[in-house]
């Protein structure tokens, strides 16, 4: 049975889709089927595998209304190993047309119960907002990976974040937990970035990765190619950084699922 990861943060760039991208990747390059929903209507993650957002005929918008199954807007992407449900605007107005709709939170929890013994991980790219795509993500989620940028903001908006996870997994989805935090666009040259990762350390409770994802020009250019880093620029930091997460998950995966 796959592992559901939602990749969360109501906070605007924090690397949150160049972490679902590029994680993904680095998973699926380390042998695990992998199927990417991107449920951000602004669908970065779905031109990030070089996919045109406007082209699909199925899509995560489609899925949640109900027009169509979930193995009908699954695409093939070009990397081994990994699929992609799709995302565009539609889906913008999926809040609005799922009023009324009795449990509506649980949509993509339900949907997800008919593929995911064909994937080894979910990982799905959330919207920068705590709204009702998030929360449908949540609720199907085991866990949540939350990216933190290195700058000064960086703890803000994570209490609200931690306070809706404890919402959800108190209504919605028990099993929820925070899978870990992890640190995005660090800068070696500067001393903030070590103190904004000494401080959040202080202030937090919840795991945080040893893996830090560098602030590197290639990974920066990837998307506009289409393309993870891992096929944009394998000898890149950042490239060598996502495969290097990938390889911590995969051992606290194994780890966990040797102690239960």
Avoid: W
Wanted: overall charge negative; hydrophobic content about 40%; charged content about 25%.
């Amino acid at each position: 049975m796959g592992k559901i990861i939602a990749i969360a943060n109501q906070k605007g760039g924090v690397g949150k889709t160049t972490t679902s991208i590029n994680l993904s990747a680095a998973l699926a390059q380390r042998g695990k089927r992998i199927l990417v929903i991107d449920i951000d209507p602004q669908g970065n993650c779905t031109s990030g595998f070089g996919i045109d957002k406007n082209e699909p005929e199925n899509t995560a918008y489609e899925l949640l209304l109900d027009d169509c199954t979930i193995k009908e807007c699954i695409l093939k992407t070009a990397y081994e190993n990994l699929d992609l449900i799709p995302s565009n605007i539609n889906l913008a107005a999926a809040e609005i047309e799922l009023i009324g709709i009795s449990r509506k939170e649980f949509i993509l929890r339900d949907a997800l119960d008919y593929v995911r013994d064909d994937y080894d991980f979910i990982i799905m790219d959330c919207p920068p907002s705590l709204n009702v795509l998030t929360v449908n993500a949540m609720t199907a989620a085991d866990s949540v990976i939350v990216p933190i940028q290195c700058e000064y903001y960086a703890l803000e908006g994570l209490s609200q974040l931690i306070h809706t996870i404890n919402l959800v997994r108190e209504r919605l989805n028990r099993k929820l937990d925070i899978e870990g935090i992890v640190f995005t666009m660090y800068d070696a040259r500067t001393n903030l970035s070590a103190q904004v990762v000494e401080n959040v350390k202080e202030h937090v409770e919840q795991h945080i990765y040893e893996t830090i994802i560098p602030r590197n020009v290639r990974l920066a250019e990837a998307p506009s190619y289409g393309e993870p880093i891992t096929a944009y620029d394998s000898r890149s930091s950042g490239a060598a950084a996502y495969l290097a997460l990938a390889d911590e998950i995969l051992a606290e995966s194994n780890g966990k699922s040797d102690t239960d």
